[in-house]
Nanobody, 115 residues
Framework: QVQLVESGGGLVQPGGSLRLSCAAS????????MGWYRQAPGKQRELVAV???????NYADSVKGRFTISRDNAKNTVYLQMNSLKPEDTAVYYC?????????WGQGTQVTVSS
């Protein structure tokens, strides 16, 4: 059974940093992309950043220059380094892995940016 386990969320002041991790366990065939999405209260889930294997990375305009996505293939883990956090970054962040035609989702981790 495939599981995506996220960690690293929490409460941080504006301008601060957090690093999210997502470890995938179980067998995922033909991983095509790994990424992060977020959903704020009353809003739709949106793409934050994604690594498409063999292609590159893509970021939402709102996080470019502040967030960095990376992966560790040996550990089947994807990371999201978030710097210069703003209150509008407050949301539940979800890890996503696309394996073949199957989308896998983590349970979500809360990120709150507030003074």
């Amino acid at each position: 059974q495939v599981q995506l386990v996220e960690s690293g969320g929490g409460l941080v002041q504006p301008g601060g940093s957090l690093r999210l991790s997502c470890a995938a366990s179980g067998k995922i065939f033909n991983i095509y992309a790994m990424g992060w999405y977020r959903q704020a209260p009353g809003k739709q889930r949106e793409l934050v950043a994604v690594i498409t294997f063999g292609v590159g990375t893509n970021y939402a305009d709102s996080v470019k220059g502040r967030f960095t996505i990376s992966r560790d293939n040996a550990k089947n883990t994807v990371y999201l380094q978030m710097n210069s956090l703003k209150p509008e970054d407050t949301a539940v962040y979800y890890c996503n892995v696309l394996g073949g035609t199957v989308n896998y989702w983590g349970q979500g981790t809360q990120v709150t940016v507030s003074s």
